[in-house]
């Protein structure tokens, strides 16, 4: 299996809310929500790249691009 | 295909509310679509009225948002009109089993190649927060001042009873098993019905004490257990998730595509 | 003229009337006297691969047959009475996001149960006015089965025409008559199909963006052109809106496309008009009792004509007004408490030559009624 490591956590702000849920659900608190409550990725290298916060965001405003580990493959 | 090629991006930031649980329904409904690798022209998005039934704007299918309680009767005309398209009905719960409970048992009892998914946020978002027929009885709402009297639905029951050859139950929280109910469910050739627990944190959960949006995601978690599940032997009372039916029952559509043939003959 | 002669219910003149103009899907529900409707269609639908549903209840059809209109096919249903006020709402989504349909109403007595097997004329104003919002409506009616018959074609026609639900007004009498129908042959009656958008894949396509003409070319749903459709308020696009502007202009259209083309819509029909000094106004069944009074007045030398309507919506009141400026006296034949006679007092110059005959107990209205008060207003007796 490829270990997946993360190019880039896209958060589109217009879109997104603020309601936290993929702050509270994250694994590794890798987002928090800054003064504008808006979902901002703090901890990138802590990413697992499980989706979670993609999956569960009412707002599909969250998207994780992912790099494939080419020496895993 | 990417998850945003399936929306109308011109339309977002959509109109639920933050931490509503049917912007992920809608999330786990597109990307089980795109697993699936369906055509976007093939598929005709029928809603009803209320909150869930703004889904159908939002994607880039042919949707036809229509009236309250009334989805399934107009899709039942597109599908049994037009076969060959994928039919997929998101409702509300008042939506599906109030107003609409009649149509609801009547697709299912045709066992017509429908998905019907019901939005379950046990509450009437739209106008205000009144109670629903799922919404069950000691709960408080506008149209329930000193606590509901009134038993809910369970709509896998309902569903079973009524003829519906697919029925499955998930959650926002479980967005991941989500998903993958709603590709079995769209895969399904039958009535295939998937009730997916949401939340409303703007009525339902400051009415009821349930809090935000995560700690009614919590809930989900806390309430719920996947059928045949230790914990669901241990607590019945939890709300059961999963395939709670899988069968094959002559379908709607090709029942009549036999009537045409044997009307043709004569 | 055709060989094809039949001897049949009206109800049934309309089902050939439907299958002529090519309907291909029907959704319906069990009401006295519409059922034959569906009965016939049940059987006849499926032999040329059409489709018939028989659904869970009255709104139901309602909404079954403007999603396959949606599909890109020819729909109708039929009812009466209580199923025509279940429909309503339904109704006005079809006018609200223009989608071509045909209603049959087969008018019995009311309000509520009232009087299933027996005649009524009683629907008139709720066939214009049943759902809510202000909108514009076509229904058409008729008065004997070869005329139900191509009123039928001609309800088709203009719902594509013009994109709009189109109410056929029959009733009990008409539809349980049994009569001759010769059915026309094959290109004797203009079909109208649908207008659809040439807009190639790809291109942009805007569903509820009126050509020059008005009009709006559709697009199947299936096809390659995606768009939303809507019963809320709505933009080019079909998406909802509650702009001021866009609300302001989309009501317009909705009543303009019907209410401007009158001329086109309206259809009637007339009995020694050219010199009459009493005009009987009437339509459907009660509209044979008129003329069957006309023409036997005639030959004893009165002075009697009859316009009969063929379309009540939009009301044709430029014709009444011409066709009633000569009259000593104008005679509405209608079996209601005067539906029609509010829009014929609302036509003519003079409203105070204008009479009611009628009937609402459930029976004909016979020449001998019409006679009754004719002989009033004539001055010759009670």
Known sequence: MSKKKLRELAINRDWCKGCGICVSFCPKKVLELDSKDKAVAVRPEDCICCKLCELRCPDLAIEVLIEQDKEDE | MAVKDYLRERYFPHMWCPGCGHGTILNSLIRAIEDLGLDKSEIVMTSGIGCSARISGYVDFHSLHTLHGRALAFATGVKLSRPELKVIVPMGDGDALAIGGNHFIHAARRNIDITAVVMNNRIYGMTGGQFSPLSGAGVKATTAPYKTIDSNFDVVELAKAAGATFVARSTAYHAQEATGYLKKAIEHKGFSVVEILSQCPTHYGRKNKEGDAVSMLELHKTNTAKLGSKALENNPELIARGVFLDVDRPEYCQEYDKIIEQASKG | ?382
């Not at chain 3, 009937?359 to 001998?368: A, M, S």
Request: glycine share 8%; proline share 5%; charged share 25%.
């Open chain 3, 1 to 382: 003229m055709s060989k094809n002669i039949r001897f049949i219910q009206g109800n049934e003149a309309c089902v050939e009337g439907a299958l002529y103009a090519g309907v291909e899907f029907f959704a319906g529900y069990p009401i006295t006297p519409s059922t034959e409707i569906a009965e016939h269609l049940s059987q006849r639908l499926p032999q040329r691969g059409g489709k018939f549903i028989q659904m869970e209840d009255e709104i139901a059809s309602m909404c079954a047959i403007i999603g396959a209109s949606l599909t890109g096919h020819k729909v109708m249903t039929a009812t009466s009475g209580p199923g025509f006020s279940l429909k309503q709402e339904a109704i006005g989504y079809a006018c609200m996001a223009e989608i071509p349909c045909v209603i049959a109403n087969v008018q019995r007595g009311g309000p509520s149960t009232g009087n299933p097997t027996h005649v009524s004329q009683g629907d008139v104003n709720q066939a214009r006015w049943g759902t809510h919002g202000d909108h514009s409506i076509i229904a058409l009616t008729a008065s004997n089965h070869q005329d139900i018959f191509s009123i039928t074609v001609d309800a088709f026609n203009l719902a594509e025409t013009y994109r709009t639900p189109v109410i056929l007004l029959l009733d009990e009498a008409i539809g349980h008559l049994r009569e001759k129908l010769a059915i026309p042959e094959e290109g004797e009656l203009a079909i109208v199909d649908r207008l659809r958008t040439s807009q190639p894949k790809g291109v942009d396509y805007h569903p509820y963006l009126p050509r020059e003409d008005g009009r709006l070319p559709m697009s199947d749903f299936g096809g390659h052109h995606r768009y939303n459709v809507t019963g809320l308020f709505h933009d080019m696009w079909g998406f909802p809106s509650n702009n001021p502007k866009i609300v302001n202009e989309l009501l317009r259209h909705l009543t303009d496309k019907i209410d401007a083309n009158i001329n086109s819509i309206t259809r009637y029909k007339e009995y020694f008009l050219d010199d009459a000094e009493y005009v009987f106004i009437s339509y459907g069944s009660s509209a044979r009792s008129a003329i069957h009074l006309a023409r036997n007045r005639r030959n004893k030398g009165e002075k009697i004509g009859v316009l009969e309507l063929q379309s009540i919506w939009p009301f044709p009141r430029d014709l009444v007004r011409e066709k009633c400026e000569k009259a000593k006296a104008v005679l509405v034949v209608e079996m209601n408490m005067g539906q029609v006679l509010t829009q014929v007092k609302a036509a003519v110059d003079e409203p105070s030559r204008v009479f009611l005959a009628n009937r609402f107990d459930g029976k004909l209205i016979t020449p001998t009624d019409i006679k009754r008060l004719l002989r009033v207003i004539q001055g010759r007796g009670v």
